[in-house]
């Protein structure tokens, strides 16, 4: 099968060679670490079975975040961590969108402009909630950050998981309307006066099409019912991996590479062939500046308020009794079987890191 890593390996030189000037540190450590991911280069540890006496030399992973190899365990525990905090009450699913116009500045300023698209999405959201013809409270909002089209193009855009309720200043539970959080349009409306003004004010050299201004910016809004771990489940794909995983690639062959992608009007799947550099680049946009958090805890969600929600979670159980889901969410086993008796593997040495990382990755 082939894989990002080989992709890399096979390409990564000519890509530097050609945009290396211009890259950011974070993509060029992303292409270091994918080609070296699981290599010699990461270094390693040598397990030997108790029962047959078996030898494996492991390598270590990069634990890059942009690498599709790596996280899969973290995956599982931070699911976990945040289906234990759900309240028992049911959920909105909301997307904000930047339009097409916006994606080539943004792509320019890419910390500036993704911070400021994850504070707007929450601060306009918080300021709507707390208005007491919708909800008239403090709502709670988990935020992640997507990049990416299935056919990894340049699409930000912003997913929030949201309680269908509020605390409001008396520390009452205030439920929403059934299928009606905020009205979507006046919220797309704030939305996007919000973000220009604070687009403007944090680059104030930077020109905006003013096509931003004649149209109206999609916000989506719908209740997830019984499906909120369902939604979750569909953000912790991507929290610690970006744009596409590696049975999706389908080859690499005279310097093109072939991917499927599920058609997003249809839900076809379709295979799409790209030049290597071009498939690289198109990754390469998704990788996020480094030390930047897209996932984001506001209001009733954010670390101040954890004791709140625990409070909210007794409060709210007896009235909405918890829905059961199916698919639990499991994390891998840690300990390791021996492929030749099913014995218990364990470490007996380590392999170093070797001292220089491998060339165009």
């Not at 890059?64 to 365990?73: D, E, I, L, Q, V």
């Not at 707390?130 to 193009?153: I, N, Y």
């Not at 990754?283 to 996020?288: A, P």
């Amino acid at each position: 099968m082939t894989t990002l890593a080989d992709i890399v390996a096979a390409h990564g030189s000519a890509y530097l060679a050609e945009f290396g000037a211009k890259l950011l540190p974070s993509h060029r450590r992303a292409l270091t670490d994918i080609a070296a991911c699981r290599t010699e280069f990461m270094g390693g540890h040598v397990s030997r079975c108790e029962g047959c006496g078996h030898q494996q030399y492991i390598y270590h992973s990069c634990r890059n975040r942009s690498c599709p190899k790596c996280h899969g365990a973290e995956t599982g525990v931070w699911l976990e961590k945040r289906e234990a905090e759900l309240l028992p009450v049911r959920y909105f699913h909301l997307v904000f969108t930047l339009p097409a116009e916006l994606r080539d500045p943004v792509r320019r300023n890419q910390k500036i402009m993704y911070g400021i698209l994850m504070q707007t999405a929450a601060e306009t959201l918080a300021r709507m909630g707390l208005d007491s013809r919708f909800v008239g409270g403090k709502l709670g909002m988990l935020a992640v950050l997507h990049t990416w089209t299935r056919a990894l193009e340049h699409h930000p855009h912003v997913h929030m998981l949201v309680p269908a309720g509020a605390l409001d200043h008396e520390g009452n539970w205030r439920q929403s309307r059934k299928k009606f959080l905020v009205p979507v349009k006046a919220l797309s409306r704030l939305f996007r006066a919000r973000f220009m003004k604070l687009a403007r004010k944090a680059l104030p050299n930077e020109t905006f099409p003013p096509e931003v201004w004649q149209k109206e910016w999609v916000v989506f809004c719908r209740p997830t019912f019984n499906r909120a771990k369902k939604v979750l489940r569909y953000l912790g794909r991507y929290v610690h991996r970006i744009a596409i995983t590696n049975n999706r690639i389908v080859c690499l062959k005279s310097g093109q590479v072939t991917f499927r992608y599920q058609h997003s009007g249809t839900g076809q799947w379709k295979t799409m062939i790209l030049p290597a550099q071009e498939f690289l680049r198109r990754y390469l946009q998704h990788v996020l500046p480094q030390g930047f958090h897209k996932v984001r805890y506001y209001g009733l969600l954010s670390l101040a308020n954890r004791d709140t929600l625990k409070r909210l979670q007794l409060l709210l159980e007896p009235r909405h009794p918890r829905i059961r889901e199916e698919d639990p969410v499991t994390t891998p086993d840690s300990s390791a079987a021996c492929p030749c008796c099913a014995g218990l593997m364990v470490v007996i040495g380590w392999i170093p890191r070797s001292r220089s990382p491998p060339r165009g990755g």
